[in-house]
């Protein structure tokens, strides 16, 4: 069959099977649609039925997670953990906790997780869950309640061969700990079933610095296909949780000027740069007040956009770090109409496909979520190999690791781009080299 057909019938099927699931139909297309030069060079991939396979979760568990408020009131969230496909190792990938979490959005993500974990280098399989939880508002001992009814059936189901989570929306080094708490205390283990744990116990040194470094590194990288640097450029970026901070954080030490922050409420814009005090002030606001982005208009005197995303304000570099679909078609024109020659994503599938167009088309350096924020999780890998040879790494020795992977990474994506005839495609180059590796890595395995 020609693999055009092969690709429709396989989208088709997924559209049939996964009906309202638009978040993980929106992945899935974006990936097929890279493939089909790769499957008339590997007719093989096309008789083993791997596409048809490999858009299907190995296993997929929900659960009912109940716990109490602080005035005795009783709570029942969902629990969930896509566990897609173990391949090349454990399943590994964050767990959510929002509001807006649903199948939809956990497969999407434990989707593009199985590409971006192959491109690490590392030996690390896909998976992603979370809850619809939310922990905005909520005490600590009210997440303590609830991270420990989450883990009190998640327990079963992973470990440090199985299946390895980490952090993602909502969850961070608080979450974590109360989580790997509970699993020790119901497993009688003490093991590194988790990542992005605090450095006095098993975590690793640059976890939490790692997917905004990384999406800086990569991005440097781009820059330096077209002879450019860092120093002097201006960049937006959205969010203002653990991936935007230390994206910041990496531009300043490049010589960049970030000028945007965001949260669900709106866009701070601060024209003179966030520098190394004013992120010492973002980093307590939203670590350990817990506060809302726009406080930092309120102490620094600067512009608040009540509502809005960062895309109107010129910049010549974009990172969206938020969350998904944050760009849309319009964001992408707007961006290009004021001068943004570079995009790279922190968050998550944050441009629309229509939005990724528009990059390709106008030759905007495009660096995709699955290749540019790919760093978080390769130390997350790091963070395991330290836990099993039970070592800890320094600082120095975890950076230029988690450097040289972004560079591998990049790469990677140019030459598959290359190779399959479309150079300087990384949306295109990243899918490809991701899926050859896993593709390959499941012939090898038989039909599993
Ligand atoms: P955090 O919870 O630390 O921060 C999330 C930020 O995004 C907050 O500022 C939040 O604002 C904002 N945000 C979340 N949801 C929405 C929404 N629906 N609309 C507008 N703003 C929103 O999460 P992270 O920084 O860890 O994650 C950010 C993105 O990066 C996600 O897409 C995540 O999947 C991705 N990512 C994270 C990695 C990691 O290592 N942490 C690794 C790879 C990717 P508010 O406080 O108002 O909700």
Redesign the pocket.
Known sequence: MEANTVIQAVYEQVLARNPGEAEFQQAVKEVLDCLGPVLKKHPEYVEAKILDRIVEPERQIMFRVPWQDDKGNIHVNRGFRFEFNSALGPYKG?L?F?P?VSASILKF?GFEQVFKNALTTLPMGGGKGGSDFDP?GKSDNEVMRFCQSFMTELFRHIGPDTDVP?????V?GREIGFMFGQYKRLRNEFTGVLTGKALNWGGSLIRPE??GYGCVYFAEEMLKTRGQSFEGKVCTVS??????QYTIEKLNQLGAKAVSL????GTIYDPDGINTEKLAFILNLKNVKRGRIKEYSDKFGVEYLEGKRPWGIKCDCAFP????N?IDVEDAKTLLKNGCTLVAE???M?STPEAINQYITNKVLYGP?KAA?AG??ATSGLEMSQNSARLSWTREEVDERLHNIMIAIHNQSYEAAEEYGQPGNLAMGANIAGFVKVADSMLDQGLV
Not at 166 to 170: F, K, L, P, R, S
Request: aromatic share 0%.
């Open positions: 964050g959510r929002h807006t993500l905005k980490a952090g993602d929306i909502g961070g790692a997917t969010g203002s949780g653990n991936v935007a965001s949260d669900s409420n770090s938020a969350t998904q944050e922190g968050a998550n944050p979520a924020n978080g999780v």
